[in-house]
């Protein structure tokens, strides 16, 4: 059953993330988001791309975590398909991306939203980076979310592992919009016919040219981050804090 819908709308291409309870991130449901992206990527008829979720109040919860418990070898093949691969399909898309958010984003759920042009949430929307919690590390979000909100506020985020609003969110520069709950998608889809109204010829060179000025090294960095998170997956707090929430306990630290 697929976990991700795609259709076109309108020279809109919207792809839904259909997987409860929370849409929890696997290998399978990043290779249907991936594969989405890329097929709207090689439509020269879709002018410009949603990603949202079918689920009420939640966007996504991050990564299923049983990829990570024990040694599977999984870990590093979801890493390369969620910031290798995700990073290469976004920066060569050749159109504007927007994600609508209207409900909760956490973790892996960040990652996908972060990687957009653009974010609209609902005024209830919640965001985060809980992966401390588990004893694992946001590593991706090492880069680029000092670049975007400051290092100082940025630490302090990431090594809370707190949880903040939209309106936070918003203020910080982590979201391009909020609106009133329940009309999330509707703004998105409003945005995305006016980027689609604009000439698509010029889109597609001004979005690679605003990508490749924007990189900062990013991309680069991917294969470090990578390596970050996987010694951190595999260490012993990373082990107890997996087991500890899939079992529904208070971690045990050594």
């Given amino acids: 059953m697929s976990m991700v819908r795609y259709e076109v709308l309108e020279h809109v291409a919207e792809i839904t993330l259909d997987s409860a309870p929370v849409n929890a991130l696997s290998v399978e449901m990043l290779h249907e988001i991936l594969a989405a992206l890329r097929r709207a990527a090689a439509d020269d008829s879709v002018y ?17 975590l049983g990829i990570l418990r024990g040694e599977t070898g999984l870990a590093r093949k979801f890493l390369e398909k969620l910031y290798v691969e995700l990073a290469d399909v976004q920066y060569n898309l050749g159109k504007p991306s927007i994600v609508a958010i209207d409900g909760a ?50 630490f302090e985020i990431l090594f809370s592992g707190r949880s903040f609003p939209a309106a936070e969110a918003a203020s910080l520069g982590l979201v391009s919009r909020v ?72 971690p045990r630290w050594r």
């Fill in 48 to 64: 410009a791309v949603i990603l949202a979720s079918a689920l009420p109040r939640r966007f996504c919860a991050g990564l299923d």
């Fill in 179 to 250: 609106v009133a709950d329940g009309q999330v998608l509707a703004e998105a889809r409003a945005m995305a016919k006016m980027f689609a109204s604009k000439p698509p010829g010029a889109m597609k060179l001004g979005h690679a040219a605003y990508m490749r000025f924007n990189d900062l090294d990013y991309r680069r960095d991917i294969g470090h981050v990578v390596e970050s998170f996987c010694n951190a997956a595999a260490g012993a707090d990373a082990q107890e804090g997996i087991s500890a929430f899939i079992e529904k306990r208070a």
């Fill in 105 to 154: 984003a956490r973790a892996g759920g960040m990652t996908l939203a972060i990687q957009s042009n653009v974010i609209i949430a609902g005024e209830s929307s919640t965001f985060g980076y809980p992966e401390i919690d588990i004893g694992l590390i946001p590593a991706i979000h090492f880069i680029h979310l000092p670049r975007i909100i400051g290092r100082h506020r940025a």
